[in-house]
C-alpha cells in the first residue's frame, strides 16, 4: 500500500516538475519574442505620435486585435471562468456585461473621440475649456483608474505563480517560498512593462497586445474544443455535469446563487442585494466607455472609418471569447468540480489552469499530458497580463506627459522629445508604484480592484466625456466637478462598504466603518458624476459656442484631426 502511495506521489511531482519547466521555458519564450518585437518597434518610433499613437499607422483589424489583447484581462480569463465554474448561471453576468459594454464604447464614443482628439481622452475634454484644470483633472482621474487596474494584474500575476511553478506553503522554489515567489514574480511583471513602454511606446505595446490576443484565443478554442469533445457536443450533458458536480444541483444553472439572492425575512438585505446587482450592472456596461488605455486604442488608427472596424472586431474577438468562457466555467466545474477549484483559491482565480491540467490527463494521458497543457495554458496567462500591465502603464504615463507636464506645467511648451522622454520617466515612477503597492496588495480581492477600476471610470471620465462631445453649454467648471466629483464619490462610497471592512470576506475583516450597504457604488457614484458636472457648469458662466461648434464639426467629419 506504502509503495502504491509513495508511486502516486513521485508522479504528482514529475508532472509538477513538467509543468515547472515548461511554464518557465514557454514564459520566456514569450518574453523572448516580444522585447525582440519592443526594440525593433523603438527604432520606428522617433515622434511623439510614433511613441503615444504608433504613428496612426494601424490597421482596424490589427487595433481591433490590440484592444482585444487590452479588454482581455487575468480578470476576464482567469476571473470569469472562475466565477462561471462557483456560481453558475450569475457568473455569465460578468461576460454578458463586458460584451455589452462595448455597444456603448462603439455608438457614443469610439469615431467621436478618435475625430476629436490626438493623443489622450483629455484632449477632446479640454479642447474648448481653459486647459489647465480640466487636463489635471483628467491626469488624476486616469492615473487613479489605471493604477487600481494594474494592482489587480500584477497581484494575479502573483498569486497565479505559486500554482503554476508548484510552490505550495512549506514548499521552496530557487530557495523562495511562496510569498518570496509572488514577491519576485510581481518585480519581474513590473519590470517588464516598464522596457514594453518605455523602449516600444505605442507602436510596441501594440503588437505585444496583437500577439497576447492571438494566443488567448487560440487556447481558450483548443480548451472549448476539448471540452465539448469529453462531452461528445453534448451540451445539456455538460451542463448536468456542471449543476451535480457544484453541489447546488438546478439552482446552479439558474440566477440568484451570488447575486441578487433572496434573504427569507430580511426584505430590507433582499432589496440591497437586488440593487447592488443594478449597480454592478450598471458599473460594467459604462465602465469600459470610459476606460483610458482602451480610450488611447482608438487614436492608433489613420480614419474614423478604421476606429469603427476595430470597434466592430474587437466585439467579435472578445464576444467569441466570452462565449469560450461559458464552456471553460462550466467545463471546470463538472471536470474539477467545486470543492477541487476552492480548494486550490477560494475565489476561483486557477479554475481555467486546473480544468488545462483536468484536460491534458484526459487526451494527452497520464501527469505529463496535464503538466504540457497546464503549461501552455500557464504560458498565455502570464502573456494576457503582460500585455494588460504594459497598455496601462502607456496610459497612465502618456497622460502624465501630454496632459500634466506638456499643456500644465509648460504650458503647451514642451518639444516632443522633452515630452516622451517625460512619459518614459513617468512609465517608470508608475510602474515602480505599482510593484510596490502590489507587493502590499497581495490579500485584496482581485474583483473588487477591477470593479473599482470600472466603476470609477464610469462615475468620473463617462459624464465628463458625453457632456464635452453632446453638451453645448459645458464648460471647465463642470469637467471639473464631473471629474473629481465621480472619481470621489466612487473611491469614497467604496471605502464605507462591506468590501473594505464590516464582513468576513472585506479586507479588513477585523475592522468595522461600514455604512454604506453595497459592494458596487455604480448605481450613487454614477448619476453623482453626472449631477456634479450639470451643476458646475450652471454655477459658471463660461460659455463658448463657437468653440463648441468646432469640437462638433470636428467629431462629426474628422476635419482637423490629427
Not at 456603448?104 to 489647465?132: C, H, I, P
Not at 473599482?452 to 467648471?477: E, H
Request: glycine share 10%; hydrophobic share 55%; proline share 2%.
Amino acid at each position: 500500500m506504502s509503495e502504491a502511495i509513495n508511486g502516486v506521489v513521485l508522479a504528482a511531482e514529475a508532472g509538477s516538475s513538467t509543468a515547472r519547466t515548461l511554464t518557465i521555458t514557454l514564459f520566456l519564450v514569450f518574453v523572448a519574442v516580444t522585447l525582440g518585437i519592443t526594440v525593433w518597434a523603438s527604432r520606428q518610433t522617433k515622434t511623439a505620435t510614433d511613441f503615444y499613437a504608433g504613428g496612426r499607422s494601424f490597421s482596424g483589424f490589427q487595433n481591433g486585435m490590440a484592444i482585444g489583447g487590452d479588454y482581455m484581462s487575468a480578470a476576464s480569463f482567469l476571473g470569469i471562468a472562475g466565477i462561471i465554474a462557483l456560481y453558475g448561471y450569475d457568473g455569465f453576468l460578468y461576460s454578458i456585461g463586458f460584451l455589452v459594454a462595448w455597444l456603448v464604447a462603439l455608438l457614443l464614443v469610439a469615431e467621436l473621440l478618435r475625430n476629436s482628439g490626438r493623443y489622450t481622452m483629455a484632449d477632446v475634454l479640454a479642447f474648448r475649456m481653459r486647459q489647465r484644470p480640466v487636463r489635471t483633472a483628467a491626469a488624476v482621474s486616469t492615473i487613479t483608474v489605471s493604477i487600481f487596474y494594474l494592482l489587480a494584474q500584477m497581484v494575479g500575476a502573483g498569486a497565479l505563480v505559486a500554482l503554476l511553478l508548484g510552490i505550495r506553503p512549506g514548499t521552496t522554489f530557487l530557495g523562495m517560498d511562496a510569498d518570496a515567489a509572488k514577491i519576485a514574480t510581481i518585480i519581474l511583471v513590473g519590470a517588464l512593462m516598464i522596457i514594453y513602454v518605455t523602449v516600444g511606446g505605442m507602436k510596441g505595446t501594440t503588437y505585444v497586445q496583437i500577439v497576447k490576443a492571438f494566443l488567448l484565443m487560440t487556447g481558450a478554442l483548443v480548451m472549448t474544443i476539448l471540452v465539448l469533445a469529453h462531452y461528445k457536443f453534448n451540451l445539456s450533458e455538460l451542463l448536468g455535469d456542471a449543476a451535480n458536480a457544484s453541489g447546488k444541483g438546478s439552482a446552479f444553472l439558474e440566477p440568484g446563487l451570488r447575486y441578487g439572492v433572496e434573504v427569507a425575512g430580511d426584505a430590507t438585505k433582499t432589496f440591497y442585494n437586488k440593487v447592488d446587482l443594478l449597480s454592478l450592472g450598471i458599473a460594467l456596461v459604462l465602465g469600459t466607455a470610459g476606460l483610458p488605455h482602451i480610450l488611447i486604442r482608438f487614436y492608433t488608427v489613420p480614419t474614423a472609418r478604421a476606429a469603427r472596424k476595430s470597434v466592430l472586431w474587437a466585439i467579435g474577438i472578445i464576444g467569441t471569447f466570452y462565449l469560450f468562457t461559458l464552456a471553460l466555467g462550466f467545463g471546470a466545474a463538472a471536470l474539477v468540480g467545486r470543492e477541487a477549484i476552492v480548494a486550490q483559491d477560494a475565489a476561483g482565480n486557477t479554475a481555467a489552469p486546473q480544468l488545462a491540467e483536468a484536460l491534458g490527463v484526459d487526451f494527452l494521458g497520464g501527469d505529463v499530458g496535464g503538466a504540457a497543457l497546464l503549461a501552455i495554458i500557464a504560458a498565455v496567462a502570464f502573456a494576457t497580463i503582460l500585455a494588460v500591465v504594459a497598455g496601462l502603464t502607456l496610459a497612465s504615463s502618456s497622460s502624465l506627459a501630454h496632459d500634466f507636464y506638456a499643456n500644465v506645467v509648460k504650458g503647451g511648451q514642451a518639444s516632443e522629445r522633452q515630452e516622451v522622454n517625460v512619459a518614459r520617466i513617468s512609465a517608470l515612477v508608475i510602474g515602480a508604484i505599482s510593484i510596490v503597492l502590489s507587493i502590499f496588495a497581495q490579500n485584496l480581492n482581485v474583483a473588487f480592484l477591477v470593479a473599482l477600476a470600472f466603476a470609477v471610470a464610469a462615475s468620473g471620465n463617462l459624464p465628463a466625456i458625453l457632456y464635452s462631445l453632446f453638451w453645448k453649454r459645458f464648460n471647465t467648471a463642470g469637467a471639473v466637478w464631473a471629474i473629481y466629483g465621480g472619481l470621489i464619490s466612487a473611491v469614497g462610497l467604496v471605502f464605507f462598504s462591506p468590501v473594505v471592512s464590516g464582513a468576513p470576506t472585506a479586507m479588513f475583516p477585523d475592522h468595522d466603518w461600514q455604512w454604506f450597504p453595497l459592494s458596487n457604488p455604480g448605481i450613487i457614484s454614477i448619476p453623482v458624476g453626472f449631477l456634479c458636472g450639470w451643476i458646475g457648469t450652471l454655477l459658471s458662466k463660461e460659455t463658448d459656442a463657437d468653440k463648441y461648434a468646432e469640437l462638433e464639426v470636428r467629431a462629426l467629419t474628422g476635419a482637423g484631426a490629427h
